[in-house]
T-cell receptor, first 117, second 112 residues
């Protein structure tokens, strides 16, 4: 089966500019996650969708970050305006589980490496 | 608050030896714990899941233990190979929510 697709793979922008990332999860996966991974750290959850509803966005900086998952499939994550500290790898993951809280395997995409200058 | 600790220092071992990585957690009791492998420039890949009622789980050369009293999981790779060199992350579901938190990961380097 095809894996989780993300684009672009790399992005360099100036601070205060905007940027958008796209994710296409594995077909049939109900849950979609966006993580931020800063160099040397583990992934940090930004937002979790189940189908097209938000399950958790408690760590999403909502003044500058936004995300949507239209029709419960693809998702986009946007940053506007970007700050220097947003430089990181943005990982998208999906899982099959439809029951929130149940043990599940997450399948990760390759990530988008964002550099903010 | 809930915390996960993994040894942030890299672990270097000789090929053929057993690598042991540690994941400690505090302030909660997860129902299960997962281990992932991450190679440079790639997303994490799921390896094993162990539940709180399982003491040990194996998959080929991998073995995971889960000690809920010590609040610790150990991840072992036996007969290690240079291809096992990667960063290994543990992940736990947070208490009362549906999200996972990841440790910082431990970088393993297997020397030929």
């Amino acid at each position: 089966e095809a894996g989780v697709a993300q684009s672009p793979r790399y992005k360099i922008i100036e601070k205060r500019q905007s940027v958008a990332f796209w994710c296409n999860p594995i077909s049939g996966h109900a849950t979609l996650y966006w993580y931020q991974q800063i160099l040397g750290q583990g992934p940090k959850l930004l937002i979790q969708f189940q189908n097209n509803g938000v399950v958790d966005d408690s760590q999403l900086p909502k003044d500058r970050f936004s995300a949507e998952r239209l029709k419960g499939v693809d998702s986009t994550l946007k940053i506007q305006p970007a700050k220097l500290e947003d430089s990181a790898v943005y990982l998208c993951a999906s899982s099959f589980q439809t029951l929130a809280g149940a043990a599940d395997t997450q399948y990760f995409g390759p990530g988008t490496r964002l550099t903010v200058l | 608050s809930q915390k996960i600790e993994q040894n942030s220092e890299a672990l270097n071992i000789q090929e053929g030896k057993t690598a042991t990585l540690t994941c400690n957690y505090t302030n909660y009791s997860p129902a299960y714990l997962q281990w992932y492998r991450q190679d440079p420039g790639r997303g994490p890949v799921f390896l094993l899941l162990i539940r709180e009622n399982e003491k040990e789980k194996r998959k080929e050369r991998l073995k995971v233990t889960f000690d809920t009293t010590l609040k610790q999981s150990l991840f072992h790779i036996t007969a290690s190979q240079p291809a096992d060199s990667a960063t290994y992350l543990c992940a736990l579901p947070t208490s009362g929510t549906y999200k996972y938190i990841f440790g910082t990961g431990t970088r393993l380097k297997v020397l030929a």
